[in-house]
């Protein structure tokens, strides 16, 4: 029953998400994102997924909501991707930003992005509620930040990947290479 309600809400935002919005770009078997700069270094990240997904670049607009100044960069701001998938019949939000290098200043801007991705997840969410009558509606969320770490101290480290707890939002993040493939389903363990 609950992989049932949750293939039935993928579908559903399949139809109500506008189409500018879904990312269908699919490379090699994968679903890929990639960053708008040209100057980047950290060019893409590509995710192996099984069954029914849906994937989402608010990147493509200047502003996911137009009634906000345009002028206010802060305030428009946005994450790079949103998939939201199954995993053992429980449905899942992965959220990402690519960044080309790690410090603390993109850090932090990468997860302040990802907290306005959450935000739009969340009120995504309400509004679907609202229209389906649904009173509840459990999910979780993950975010991940992909990056080429190009510091020296980075050489020293045997591996990029790292688990913490953004403070503001309490979501489990992950900072992880760019320009690489993986599994979707191993950041929800």
Do not use: W
Not at 158 to 184: C, G, M, P, Q, W
């Amino acid at each position: 029953m609950i992989e049932k309600n949750g293939e039935k809400i993928i579908t559903d935002l399949h139809n109500i998400i506008s189409e500018e919005f879904k990312n269908a770009d699919y490379e090699d078997g994968c679903l890929r994102f990639f960053e708008e700069n040209d100057n980047a270094s950290g060019k893409f990240v590509k995710f192996k997924t099984k069954g029914k997904c849906i994937a989402l670049s608010l990147d493509k607009d200047d502003r996911v909501f137009p009634f906000f100044n345009q002028r206010e960069k802060e305030i428009n701001s946005k994450n790079d991707g949103i998939i939201i998938f199954l995993k053992d019949g429980k449905l899942c939000i992965f959220l990402l930003e690519i960044k080309s290098a790690l410090s603390t200043k993109t850090k932090e801007k990468a997860l302040s992005q990802l907290r306005k991705g959450k935000i739009f997840v969340e009120f995504l969410f309400g509004i679907y509620k609202d229209v389906e009558k649904i009173s509840e509606l459990k999910y979780e969320i993950r975010e991940g930040i992909f990056c080429i770490d190009e510091r020296k101290s980075a050489a020293k480290r045997t591996s990029v990947r790292k688990i913490d707890i953004d403070k503001i939002s309490n979501v489990k993040f992950f900072i992880e290479k760019a320009n690489n493939i993986y599994e979707l389903t191993r950041f929800f363990i």
